[in-house]
């Protein structure tokens, strides 16, 4: 097969050239030829890329050695054969010397073929070795300027190579690394561990990777992700070890920090809640394993809410890091103490031989808060309650047992604080028990189970029946009727109180339209109202709408509110109170005297009606100071404008007192106790009637 050949010939001769072309014809090459014959001519013919050269020693206007110089300043490495007549051998060396490949007679070109397949061969050859030379000349550039260190050891370990990011990032000059073991910079015990499995793995021919902590020659930290590759040779034998580590101090340094701050509390240093979990887990499997038990141990500070508030949150910081202090000082070792938040802690027990063992850490944190706090040369005093519940007998798993030991601790508070107390089965009996008294309070609308009795308001003067008072009741599944004060509260707690209040208006409202739309506007409606009630916004309309529903009239509707709301000052009450008068509702301040407010309250306020608590009522000729103050809040609510109510009434003298002193109105035990509907229906029909008969009859 032809070899195709690019060969540039400098000659001025073209029938040599020709000659030279027919012989390399002949040694099996296609040819593509180009003749020079001048320096110019050359310089030009130089820009592509030529096989071979075949330049005639002498010509007229050009020399073989200025070709050979044009060559080398070209930067081309082409093999240069030089043809000539006779030559001397001093000048062959020399042109041999500037870089000629090889000197033949133009008459005896016997050996050109072969010349040139050498030629030609020795020219790759060159070409690979400068490739290979270039290639290893970036690397070493590449390892040189890299901004990763680069460590190459021996097979044994020792450094026989470091970069200069190696040398200016540990502080150790070439030198100083040389020869040692690649890991004597290693900080402590933990990377010197990773550097034996380091060590086995890469002896096995496979790469590692990994963090390893070492120390600078200044002693400063080190953080650095570090791979380990084996070099071998042709036979597979592992010559050296290429180390690339990369400085991670900062992400380190920075994850150490973010692990701090999920896993500490910031003011007290204490561990926190997300380690409190841990811990606690911790201890509950070495428990489980080892079938012990571990006491969890609740603390709260009593009042400590009353310090912040009042003092200022920097003074109850101080407290809370001084409490810290003082709580360290109660536990060893192996437990840990947690700031759960606020002013609670938590210390966790993990292994304990008996109850005892947690109860004396109880009484020596109980102790260290009898001690007043000196803060900024003042003493304060904040005592501490202690809750404790144990593992596995108050709880199978972390969150009962803490649960367990934060019920026992508020048990602690309810007997009066500044002790502890272990949990008990009682204590979760109670909580479930609210509980389930919780969840039937929040269906008790839905499940029906309110019911409404009436109590008749009577006029004093003249015996008749001036309205009835509706009272809620809740049947229970075992038919008893619960009294507002059995739930009340609690409703209001789970926020459920306005559902019930909206139930017993819209309720009361439909029962007893019919007697108050018959009584000609005479009969009122009093209902109780609470003042969340009359924080919701838009009240009033809901009010409008159950006088419009049932064609009531807003003057035979009477709301009864509390003392409490006249203390609350919200806004959204004010603008309720506002609009129930506009629409023309009464209004009423029930328990008059047990609440805080005063008679110059009322001033401010467009009440219709006072009710006197039955407190004050039936001391009544037991006290003569509560008779005298009977007077006057009958007397000054008048002045005010308002209708007075005696409540709870049981007694005629109470009656008589009340009657002779100008009270208007009176309801009571004497008169009837809060009855159902049908039983309050023959009250009502009665005085419908006499009221009917009145009207026949004006003359009596
Ligand atoms: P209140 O509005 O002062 O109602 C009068 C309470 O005194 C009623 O208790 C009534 O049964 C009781 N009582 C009446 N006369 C006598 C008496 O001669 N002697 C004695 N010892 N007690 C008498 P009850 O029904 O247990 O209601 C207690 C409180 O619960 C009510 O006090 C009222 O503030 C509240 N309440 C009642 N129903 C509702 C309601 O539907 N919604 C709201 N928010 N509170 C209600
Ligand atoms: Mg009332
Ligand atoms: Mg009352």
Known sequence: METSLKVLFVEDSEADAELTTAELVR??????????????ELESALESSWDLIICDYRLPRFSAEEALATLKRSGQDIPFIITSGAVQAEQTVSLLKQGAHDFMDKFALARLIPAIERELREAEIRRKRRKAEERVRVLSRAVEQSPVSVVITDPQGNIEYVNPRFEQLTGYTFNEASGRNLGFTLLD????????????????????????????????????????????????????YVVIKEDVTVRRSYEEQLLRQAHYDQLTGLANRVLMLDRLNVALESANRNHHKCALLVIDLDHFKNVNDSLGHSIGDNLLKESAGRLTGCIRGGDTLVRMGGDEFVVILPKIDTARDAQQVAEKIVQQFERPFTIIGKNYRVTASVGIAFYPDDGKNPHLVLRNADLAMYKAKDLGRNQYHFFTEDINRQLIERLELEERLRRVVELNELMLHYQPIYALADGRLAGFEALVRWRQPDGSLWAPGQFIGLAEEIGMIQAIDTWVMRTAC???????????????????????????????????????????????????????????????????????????????????????????????????????????????????????????????????????????????????FLRAHGCDLAQGYLFSRPVP????????????????????????
């Not at 990994?210 to 930290?221: M, N, P, T, Y």
């Open 510 to 656: 439909r029962e007893t339209a019919p007697w108050l739309t018959a009584s000609s506007g005479r009969l009122r409606l009093a209902l109780n109202i609470s003042p969340h009630q009359l924080q919701v916004p838009g009240f009033s309309t809901q009010v409008e709408e159950q006088l419009a529903a049932n064609g009531i009239s807003p003057e035979q509707l009477e709301l009864e509110v509390t003392e409490r709301v006249l203390v609350n000052d919200a806004s959204e009450t004010h603008a309720n109170i506002e609009a129930l008068c506009r629409l023309g509702v009464r209004l009423s301040i029930d328990d008059f005297g047990t609440g805080y407010s005063s008679l110059g309250y009322l001033q401010n306020y467009p009440f219709h009606t006072l009710k006197i608590d039955r407190s004050f009522v039936s001391n009544i000729g037991v006290n003569t100071n509560t008779a005298r103050l009977i007077d006057t809040i009958i007397t000054m609510g008048h002045g005010l404008g308002m209708e007075v109510v005696g409540e709870g009434i049981e007694s005629d003298t109470e009656r008589q």
């Open 189 to 240: 015990q933990e990377s010197a561990s990773a550097m034996a499995e380091l060590w086995s793995t890469v002896s096995s021919g496979r790469e590692w990777s990994g963090e390893f902590c070492s120390a600078k020659r200044d002693g400063q930290l080190l953080w650095e992700q570090v791979s380990v590759s084996p070099l071998t040779d042709a036979d597979g034998q592992i010559t050296h």
């Open 27 to 40: 040694g099996g090459f296609r040819p593509e030829i180009h003749r020079v014959e001048t320096r110019d």
């Open 677 to 700: 509907l049908e039983q309050l229906r023959f009250s009502v029909e009665q005085d419908l009637k006499l009221v009917a008969e009145d009207a026949a009859d004006p003359g009596q």
